[in-house]
């Protein structure tokens, strides 16, 4: 299984500290039969946007692993995106497909305002409660998250360890929430089921 996190415009400090954050969950958070690779895009500015350009690093760094189209066309992929890079993410999630990749989930961190649809799992994480349910009406998926208390945009991405917050089932409309935990721990959750599934 593959990860490609797909960062914002911001500076990218903030992403290696996810990323970071990321590999400690995953080394101590019992994914350990086959860890995942953890794949950066490193757009900067406006190519964070450009699903092409997502698409050609993809292709690039997982045909770096595979000797064959097939091959890597069948490695499954997570992609982890925040803010504007959730714009580019989605649109190179559906390109991968169309090559006849496989998507295994699809996590929007605060991805505000991008529609989100696909057939593969979608699941949006937010920096609080209207974020959450704003977006939400423009695709959500099951098993979402967001801060509570709030916390400020950047928060989420430079250190999900230490938000709080809510987890709720959009499909069974549970309001309040049913589980409190953090931005990591719900992170984790997410890639153990992947992993398992």
Not at 5 to 11: F, L, N, R, S, W
Not at 66 to 75: F, G, H, I, K, V
Not at 156 to 183: E, F, H, N
Not at 186 to 197: G, P, T, V
Request: proline content about 6%; charged content about 15%.
């Amino acid at each position: 299984m593959n990860i490609i996190i797909c960062p914002g415009i911001h500076e990218p400090e903030l992403t290696e500290s996810f990323r970071v954050g990321l590999l400690d969950l995953v080394s101590n958070g019992a994914i350990a039969h086959n860890p995942p690779k953890i794949l950066v895009y490193p757009g900067k500015d406006v190519l964070v946007l450009s699903a092409l350009h997502i698409l050609q690093f993809l292709r690039v760094s997982v045909a770096h692993r595979r000797y064959r189209l097939t091959d890597y066309l069948e490695s499954p992929i997570i992609f982890i995106s925040f803010s504007a890079g959730v714009v580019g993410a989605i649109g190179a999630a559906h390109l991968w497909q169309l090559l006849g990749g496989r998507v295994k989930a699809f996590i929007a961190i605060d991805g505000w305002g991008v529609p989100l649809q696909g057939n593969f799992p979608i699941h949006r994480m937010s920096h609080d409660y209207f974020t959450h349910w704003s977006s939400s009406l423009l695709g959500s998926g099951q098993n979402n998250f967001y801060a509570e208390p709030a916390v400020d945009h950047l928060s989420i991405w430079k250190s999900p360890q230490t938000v709080q917050g809510c987890w709720v089932d959009s499909s069974i409309k549970i309001i309040p929430p049913k589980g409190r935990l953090t931005a990591a721990e719900f992170l984790l959750m997410l890639l153990k089921h992947y992993e398992a599934n």
